[in-house]
């Protein structure tokens, strides 16, 4: 009988690690549901169904790895046919992106605002390695914890409209000493001399040997390879203006706030809002401070930094601002800084007393409230929040292919996971004309994993239920449903 059969194994089923995961015997629902506005841009059914399985194992397997996916899904050859999917395949993640968004944008129309009040963000992540042998990895510092480990260095551009946000396009960032091989040719110039590992040396020894490495023509051509993150953010606005994303205004942090970007923003007629480094310099003649009893406080000219100016500005000048019911206390005044323009600058203290540390935010838009540009900058969180469910939830620097071209493949399928994912997060769509455009999303991308991977469960369940019913012992339909995994299972 079936119930005097025993299986003897760990129990630790569906864990991940070395532990037996999910054996996946269909694609996710929701890649289910939407894979078919995919489906022409593969050749043929074999792509397309590693185009799903690879979805749904980033949605619902712990371990995200080629290999991984391979044992866990059932119809899966092997490890090379999924491998040759992001090698040999005639596949375009640029085609599959723009599909992406294509579908995005026609089925979240009723929940996007207008393009008034939907917002481009930029900025950058790490994708962390511990090898070596990704090609284009290099070490990266990291600005959150003051160390430079191996990564890739992505920048993005993401979409928020209300309760609709969403990745749109990613660019790999690569160093100059990498793109250059700055470390060889120093070798090849000044045979026998140390390379340093710390900055400030490093910085040196730059300034020693970068003139005579300009006068080599090898040198100048890979250094005309070279784009920095300004430049690649300027791509990621251009090719928004370019499909015509509906937004207006564009968010960014103090790295990127450029004359080259305000330069393209101004040219598209985008407004902006950025942070502003504190000891960034402001123009004394554009403004005038005035004291607790409204006389002018002279100021050193021609420039001030903002860390010199907070210090002479009256505790009487700043407002209390509500913004999402969290109050700030605000500074506002218009001026022009160097390179800039004119701009709105906004000193935000989060207490009373104005101790502590303070934002310092500024914006192309003169009219703007503390409260409107306050407001507007806060919709760049998703994106941080992007990056956290990408690591987190879809393995978005969990890869181990080793080419550039399979790593740009793999995001772009993180991407188009993590869009299907956030189409299950938003609320019923309102009428038109009747009610708001909802301005969050009422799940998390964490949950809707959760509920896949439960929907994938029950769909194991009817499987082994089905070849229970066909009259195969438990112990064989157990094991065949996880043949391709280890550890191996004794059966007794």
């Known amino acids: 009988m079936i ?130 042998l990704f090609e284009y990895v290099d070490r990266h510092y990291d600005h959150g914890e003051g160390r430079y480990p191996l990564a890739h260095s992505l920048v993005t551009s993401y979409y928020v409209s209300g309760a609709v946000r969403f990745p749109v396009d990613a660019r790999l960032y690569r160093r100059s000493e990498e793109v250059t091989q700055w470390e060889e040719m120093v070798k090849k110039h000044f045979p026998g001399r140390a390379i340093p590992t710390t900055k400030k040396e490093r910085q040196r020894l730059h300034k020693e040997v970068d003139p005579i490495l300009w006068q080599d023509p090898d040198f100048q051509a890979r250094h005309e390879q070279f ?20 937004c207006q205004v564009v968010l960014m942090d103090s790295w990127y706030l450029s004359e080259d970007v305000v330069a393209v923003l101004k040219k598209h007629q985008k407004d902006w809002v950025s942070l502003l480094k504190k000891n960034r310099n402001l123009e004394v003649h554009s403004f005038c401070l005035r004291d607790e009893q409204g006389q002018v406080v002279p100021l050193p000219g021609p420039h001030i930094q903002v860390q010199e ?30 390179g800039r323009g004119k701009v709105r600058l906004v000193i935000s203290f989060e207490s009373q007393d104005l101790t502590g540390t303070y934002a310092v935010l500024v914006s192309n838009r003169t009219d703007w409230s503390a409260k409107k540009i306050i407001a507007t900058y806060l919709q760049r969180w998703p994106i941080e929040t992007f990056y956290q469910d990408g690591k987190g939830h879809l393995g978005l620097d969990e890869y181990r292919m080793r080419t550039a071209e399979a790593i740009h493949k793999h995001w772009c399928l993180v991407f188009v996971a993590y869009s299907l994912l956030h189409l299950d997060c938003l609320p019923p769509s309102p009428v038109e004309g009747q009610g708001k455009v909802p301005a969050h999303p009422v799940k998390t991308i964490g949950e809707v994993c959760r509920q896949q991977t439960q929907a994938l469960i029950e769909s194991l369940i009817l499987v082994a239920h089905d070849f229970l019913q066909q009259g195969q012992p438990a112990a064989q339909v157990f094991a065949r449903l996880f043949a391709k995994q280890r550890p191996v299972l004794a059966v007794t």
């Not at 712990?62 to 290999?67: C, D, F, V």
């Not at 026609?106 to 481009?120: F, K, N």
């Not at 907070?310 to 160097?338: D, G, N």
Request: glycine fraction near 4%; charge should be positive; proline fraction near 6%.
């Open 309 to 338: 100016l907070v210090p002479l500005i009256p505790h009487s000048a700043y407002q209390k601002v509500v913004v999402a019911e969290k109050a700030y206390w605000c500074f506002t005044l218009s001026l022009r800084v160097p």
């Open 3 to 132: 119930a005097s059969r025993r299986v003897d194994c760990q129990p630790h089923l569906l864990r991940g690690g070395n532990w037996m995961q999910l054996p996946i015997v269909s694609p996710a629902p929701i890649v289910a549901r939407h894979a078919e506005a995919f489906r022409d841009l593969f050749e043929n059914r074999c792509q397309f169904r590693h185009f799903q399985n690879y979805l749904t194992g980033l949605i619902v397997l712990p371990n995200k790895s080629m290999a991984n996916i391979s044992r866990c899904i059932l119809d899966s050859a092997d490890k090379t046919n999924l491998s040759r999917f992001f090698s040999d395949a005639p596949w375009f993640e640029e085609a599959v992106n723009e599909r992406r968004l294509s579908t995005l944008l026609e089925q979240t129309a009723g929940h996007r605002r207008r393009a008034e009040e939907s917002c481009l963000a930029l900025d950058d992540t790490l994708c962390e390695h511990v090898g070596s």
């Open 227 to 246: 784009q920095t993150k300004i430049a690649l953010a300027i791509q990621l606005i251009e090719k928004a203006v370019e499909r015509g994303l509906p």
